[in-house]
Nanobody, 129 residues
Framework: QVQLVESGGGLVQAGGSLRLSCAAS???????????MAWFRQAPGKEREFVAT????????YYAESVKGRFTISRDNAKNTVYLQMNSLQPEDTADYYC???????????????????WGKGTLVTVSS
């Protein structure tokens, strides 16, 4: 079992930046470094959507088109933490942001949520215009 706890959400004006963090802990088993990590978001009234992922086997990052060039996912395996740096935020980025962990290294499987093993409870990001 892996527990994921997000932090860093809040209210920001359009054009601003936020950095989300997700701290992972596991009672036993696989090391954090052997999980692909991802961020998803869910806006009010919409389905949860993929934002970004970083695979464990080669630290390759993938992004949704809507955030490419503005958001950056990174990880610190020594701290069991994954980050999402969000720049040039827009009101349409307003959502609950969820951290996820997967043993898969398949971008398609992770981005479609079919191979996500663990979820955090989310942190709210609100971007005002």
């Amino acid at each position: 079992q892996v527990q994921l706890v997000e932090s860093g959400g809040g209210l920001v004006q359009a054009g601003g930046s936020l950095r989300l963090s997700c701290a992972a802990s596991a009672a036993t088993g696989r090391a954090f470094s052997t999980y692909s990590m991802a961020w998803f978001r869910q806006a009010p009234g919409k389905e949860r959507e993929f934002v970004a992922t970083i695979t464990w086997i080669d630290n390759r990052a993938y992004y949704a088109e809507s955030v490419k060039g503005r958001f950056t996912i990174s990880r610190d395996n020594a701290k069991n933490t994954v980050y999402l740096q969000m720049n040039s935020l827009q009101p349409e980025d307003t959502a609950d942001y969820y951290c996820a962990a997967a043993t898969s290294v398949s971008y398609s499987s992770i981005s479609t949520q079919t191979r996500v093993d663990y979820w955090g409870k989310g942190t709210l990001v609100t971007v005002s215009s």
